[in-house]
């Protein structure tokens, strides 16, 4: 019998960023926004081990430099401040100059070395981060702890806070990984409008932890779309701070694998709670592809049927048009044989080896009517598969985002 992650899972409930050993966060309203809360952190009682991914976007934001160079440095993250409303992005050379500010009046207020704090930021693009509500907000760290504060700080058009935790055995430690996300809109693959913190007590090499990000990305938050635009600010972060003395977790570990599936798994279960919000939605949409020639083959197929606006579009109204998915396969520009391709809506099967089969039309439409809708792709062109996540596309995400600013 196969033993899958999650029987050696357990997922807590309420859990958050600081479910693990050794790690806080706080919320506060320091008034970059007009009432919610806009400022928050994740603090670890010790220097962290810490990997990073980033988005691909040429306009990487202040922020996200001087993160990346600190990881970079040293491979080591004990506080991590975020600010909602404004993402410092396209602000020239005073917008770095703030982003260092910032970071270092936090390492000032936590007591942390400055090279030892990565700073995050979202919101509108263009306008100077104002300086003076960011260091009220720097101010107010040692009060507020709240992981439910944290989360509410981080987020701009997001409907709902996104967190989780999870608990297993390694080196007869139980070791805890927490994560908390946001995202709403400007969500495509190769990152995206999206900041992922992920917090863990287990002591990991760094080096290997990086690895396991870059992978475990490729899998999760690099597999989900929402509208096709890939974001200037926004990053992956992982914190390890070895709280519970399990033995260094690295890829010579005999329970490495395990470690890497608890980490996707949260990652996994974040990047979906971020495409199931996406603006305006009102459905998650699962795509599972099997039977392709290579791993990359799975994964672009995957990809382009998610991000095709006429399928998102479909599933929003709930059309069983089978054609849209097929066609958006056929660009995605991968080794295919058309004659074997097989697509079903869940379990009802609408192609079968490239041409159509008789379905009943209204069990099709009630089934796209479901909040969760996953469209299933069978290539029968080899042994990979992968899945991607997206949502349906509907009116309401044209008015979010025609009256972004306003």
């Not at 504060?149 to 987020?155: G, M, P, T, V, Y």
């Not at 697509?343 to 099967?349: K, M, Q, R, T």
Request: hydrophobic content about 40%.
């Amino acid at each position: 019998m196969t033993i899958t992650i999650e029987s050696k899972l357990q997922v807590l409930k309420n859990g958050h960023v600081t479910s693990p050993k050794g790690f806080t966060a706080g919320g506060v309203h320091c008034g970059l926004r007009k009432t919610k809360l806009d400022f928050g952190w994740i603090h670890s009682d010790n220097p962290a081990a810490a990997a990073g991914v980033y988005t691909l976007n040429s306009f990487q934001a202040a922020p996200l430099k001087v993160t990346k160079e600190s990881i970079e440095k040293e491979q080591l993250i004990q506080t991590i401040v975020v600010n909602s409303a404004n993402a410092n992005a396209c602000t020239g050379e005073q917008g770095y100059k703030d982003a260092l500010e910032t970071q270092r009046k936090t390492a000032e207020k936590m007591g942390v070395a400055t090279r030892h704090v990565a700073v995050a930021s979202t919101g509108v693009i263009g306008v100077p981060l104002p300086m003076e509500k960011m260091k009220a907000g720097i101010e107010l760290m040692d009060n507020q702890h709240s992981p439910e504060k944290f989360e509410q700080a981080i987020l701009t058009t997001d409907t709902v806070t996104k967190h989780i935790a999870v608990q297993l055995e390694i080196d007869g430690q139980k070791i805890t990984i927490g994560g908390a996300a946001k995202g709403s809109g400007m969500i495509h693959p190769n990152m995206a409008t999206m900041l992922s913190f992920i917090t863990t007590d287990a002591a990991v090499e760094a080096a290997s932890l990086q690895e396991a990000l870059r992978e475990v990305t490729d899998q999760s938050f690099n597999m989900i779309t929402v509208d096709g635009d890939c974001s200037t600010n926004d990053m992956v972060l992982v914190l390890a701070n070895g709280k519970q003395n399990n033995n260094l977790l690295n890829d010579l570990h005999p329970e490495w694998q395990l470690f890497k599936q608890a980490l996707q798994f949260v990652s996994k279960e974040l990047a979906k709670m971020i495409a199931r919000d996406g603006e305006g939605a009102t459905k998650l949409i699962e795509v599972q592809v099997s039977g392709a020639s290579t791993a990359t083959a799975a994964g672009q197929v995957a990809k382009a049927i998610i991000s095709s606006n006429l399928v998102k579009a479909a599933v929003y109204g709930a059309d069983p048009n089978w054609g849209r998915i097929v066609c958006a396969i056929g660009y995605s520009e991968q080794p295919l044989d058309p004659q074997k391709v097989c697509v079903s809506l869940g379990d009802i099967e609408v192609v079968r080896n490239g041409l159509p089969i008789d379905f009943d039309e209204a069990e099709g439409e009630l089934y796209l009517g479901n909040e969760t809708v996953v469209l299933k792709i069978d290539l029968q062109n080899g042994p990979h598969e992968a899945t991607a996540w997206g949502c349906d596309l509907t009116y309401d995400y044209v008015k979010i985002n025609a009256s972004y600013r306003t």
